[in-house]
């Protein structure tokens, strides 16, 4: 079993519409939790950071984290076309050391 | 947010060459960077982690006479793939931890090095 499970995908969506993420992970060590965005041939670039459960609010983007289920997710309201990339969930524990999930392919049709 | 560079950012050589990347944090001091490698459609696999000053630490399975990590400063890791071979072909990621103000301790990436051996 992975340390962290995500759906791969792929995802595809009409513009406007709410992209729903999650993942999974198994590892109680994890303290911190991020959602990044992929483009083809790009690094990730950081979207959401959190540290505790709860949601955390970023514009069009809501991250969700239930330490108790081990569970988090993202949220992208109001889609773009310009949102279609592959979104990757990452955590990590004490050791800074980030454990990522498979990454989910997001197409948002015009 | 924080920026970090990556040089080059594509690289195409014979087997047997060796290939230095540079991971470089622009706009802060990063005393750890992390080396990735990603295959087409897969996630990112950490490689080693590069403490400034210090040895870097290797996961399990990397080779560290193949992938050799230099931390010279606090803004610039280096990643030399010695005497690659085809199945080294890969995309090369670093990240940079900028722990900010102790709250928002996160990690930066680089655009990524696109490295083919033929």
């Known amino acids: 079993q992975k340390e962290v499970e995500q759906d791969p995908g792929p995802l595809s969506v009409p513009e406007g519409a709410i992209v729903s993420l999650n993942c999974t992970y198994s590892n109680s060590a994890f303290q911190y939790f991020m959602w990044y965005r992929q483009y083809s041939r790009k690094g990730p670039e950081l979207l959401m950071y959190t540290y505790s459960s709860g949601n955390k609010e970023d514009g069009r983007f809501t991250a969700q984290v239930d330490k108790s289920s081990k569970y988090i997710s993202l949220f992208i309201r109001d889609s773009q076309p310009s949102d279609s990339a592959t979104y990757l969930c990452a955590m990590s524990a004490n050791d800074y050391k980030l454990s990522f999930g498979a990454g989910t392919t997001v197409t948002v049709r015009a | 947010g924080a ?116």
């Open chain 2, 3 to 118: 920026v970090v560079s990556q040089h080059p950012s594509r690289v195409i050589c014979k087997s047997g060459t060796s290939v230095k990347i540079e991971c470089r944090s622009l706009d802060f001091q990063a005393t750890t960077m992390f080396w990735y490698r990603q295959f087409p459609k897969q996630s990112l696999m950490l490689m080693a982690t590069s403490n400034e000053g210090s040895k870097a630490t290797y996961e399990q399975g990397v080779e560290k006479d193949k992938f050799l990590i230099n931390h010279a400063s606090l803004t610039l890791s280096t990643l030399t793939v010695a005497s690659a071979h085809p199945e080294d072909s890969s995309f090369y990621i670093c990240s940079a931890r900028d722990p900010g103000d102790g709250t928002t301790d996160t990690q930066y990436f680089g655009p990524g090095t696109r490295l083919t051996v033929l």
